[in-house]
């Protein structure tokens, strides 16, 4: 099917206009297809040149061209559902059961389909056993482990090819109460977490403490400041501090705040989620709206920020706190009938939905599959099938290629889209 269907609609509500692509998925003579186990499942994002299949409890990965990697041959799965499915900075954490052994282990995995065993029966200075037995996601290269055992253990960067890095990190605990994320390095910082002081410190990119671990949590770095939180006699404040360490935003929020983009941040400001209001700051501490409001703030992107306000309404304003766009009406397009009463900034434990690009997918609950929409409030992309029927985009990826379940034939076809709707990869099962 050559034909591309493509509508472009403007003026769409009174009040406020957008320029939308409405896009149809369609073949093309272009369009690869790629077979996948039965009952399996594609994820929507392309990494390290792997498109990731799962047919749980097993990840399979596939490149463009339709050869498999990983997986055909050597079962494995991740550690929980919880846990990335997609290799980050050319390695990926697995997980299987050797013949004999009680439990699944980790071992690396690497993008050429080769992989890396962690070594047992090893020792430490005392006897007792130094194997890892449990390990995080990959991010940018680097992943946690735990050496000993659940009683007692060490926590130890590695990188892609297993060796130890960033000794200064390294912190011993007892139990397995702690946190095992590896955090980005954003702006020369990476959080990280002491395990056996509980504390969290910043280092830099060659795993230097910079910033000593000090803080009962803390975000990454972004415009040149980092969200904190100290915890007071069982009382979370938060605050911000600077590259240097310094507290130069006192903690005083109770609930965890926005970071700081295009030099102001979104605050939350209350006891609990429930019936808090919302403001910006500047990097003084300055409240800039002239009164705060039972609002949700997104961060500013390229000039704009969304702001919802509940069932009512959902618009984008500008740096002068000025209405721009009313994005409402494209949240009702083949919804649940609940409008935007559920939308929310939440992203997972953060505040804040970014927009990688200028460009996000958006639903009725907020960061999710949906529609695909710009900064400023233009509504890009919405995809229908050849009989009309709503189509979920996921945020784009890999190529600028988007994620979808349509239907074709009338039966369901998972594929990737280019911007014209034209599908690139498209899955079959075997």
């Given at each position: 099917?050559?034909?591309?269907v493509?509508l472009l609609?403007?003026a ?7 320029a939308?692509?409405?896009l149809?998925p ?5 369009s ?13 994002e392309?990494h ?6 799962g ?7 596939v490149k463009p061209t ?9 079962p ?5 559902d ?10 990926m ?10 439990s699944?282990?980790?071992?690396i995995?690497h ?7 962690f070594?047992?029966?090893t020792?430490?200075?005392a006897?007792m056993?130094?194997?890892?037995f449990a390990a ?5 290269g ?14 130890i ?10 000794p200064a990190?390294?912190s011993?605990?007892?139990g397995?109460?702690g ?5 980005p390095?954003?702006?020369g ?11 969290y410190?910043?280092a830099d ?14 975000h990454?770095?972004s415009?040149?400041?980092?969200a904190v ?12 501090i600077?590259?240097?360490g310094k ?5 005083t929020?109770?609930l ?6 295009e ?18 700051i ?11 409001q ?23 304003m500008?740096?002068?706190?000025v209405e ?17 009463c559920s939308?929310t900034?939440?992203n997972?434990d953060l505040?804040?939905i970014?927009?990688?690009?200028g ?8 960061l ?5 929409f ?5 509504w890009l ?9 709503m189509v ?7 190529g600028g290629l988007?994620?979808?379940?349509t239907?074709?034939?009338d039966?369901?076809?998972q594929?990737f889209?280019?911007?014209k709707?034209e599908i690139?990869?498209y899955f079959v099962?075997?």
């Amino acid at each position: 099917m050559k034909k591309i269907v493509v509508l472009l609609l403007a003026a769409l509500f009174c009040g406020s206009a957008f320029a939308q692509t409405v896009l149809t998925p369609h073949l093309t003579e272009t369009s690869k297809k790629i077979a996948i186990p039965a009952d399996a499942a594609v994820f929507p994002e392309i990494h390290d040149g792997l498109i990731t299949v799962g047919a749980y409890p097993n990840l399979f990965y596939v490149k463009p061209t339709g050869e498999y990697v990983w997986g055909k041959t050597f079962p494995f799965s991740r550690a929980t559902d919880y846990v990335t499915p997609y290799f980050s900075g050319g390695a990926m954490m697995g997980w299987r059961t050797k013949e004999g052994a009680y439990s699944a282990s980790p071992f690396i995995l690497h993008p050429d389909g080769t992989k890396y065993e962690f070594p047992t029966g090893t020792k430490n200075a005392a006897g007792m056993s130094y194997d890892v037995f449990a390990a995080s996601s990959f991010v940018e290269g680097y992943a946690l482990v735990r050496r000993g055992n659940m009683m007692s253990s060490t926590q130890i960067f590695i990188d892609k090819n297993g060796k130890e890095v960033f000794p200064a990190l390294k912190s011993s605990m007892r139990g397995t109460m702690g946190d095992m994320t590896v955090y980005p390095v954003r702006e020369g910082r990476r959080v990280y977490y002491n395990a056996e002081l509980k504390k969290y410190g910043y280092a830099d990119a060659q795993g230097n403490i910079v910033i000593k671990p000090t803080f009962d949590k803390a975000h990454s770095f972004s415009d040149g400041m980092a969200a904190v939180m100290i915890n007071e006699n069982y009382t979370e404040k938060w605050g911000f501090i600077d590259k240097t360490g310094k507290l130069v935003i006192p903690a005083t929020y109770r609930l965890a705040p926005g970071r700081f983009s295009e030099g102001i941040a979104a605050v939350r400001i209350g006891d609990s989620d429930y019936g808090a209001t919302m403001n910006y700051i500047d990097k003084t501490g300055k409240l800039l709206m002239a009164e705060s409001q039972p609002w949700g703030l997104n961060e500013f992107h390229d000039g704009y920020a969304w702001v919802a306000t509940g069932c009512d309404k959902l618009f984008v304003m500008n740096r002068e706190f000025v209405e721009t766009a009313d994005v409402t009406k494209a949240f009702y397009q083949n919804g649940n009938g609940m409008g935007v009463c559920s939308f929310t900034m939440k992203n997972g434990d953060l505040w804040g939905i970014d927009f990688p690009n200028g460009r996000q997918a958006l639903n009725q609950q907020g960061l999710q599959e949906g529609d695909v929409f710009a900064s400023d409030g233009t509504w890009l992309f919405h995809a229908v099938d050849a009989k009309g029927r709503m189509v979920l985009l996921h945020a784009p990826t890999a190529g600028g290629l988007m994620f979808c379940k349509t239907w074709f034939d009338d039966k369901p076809l998972q594929c990737f889209i280019n911007e014209k709707g034209e599908i690139v990869y498209y899955f079959v099962e075997e």
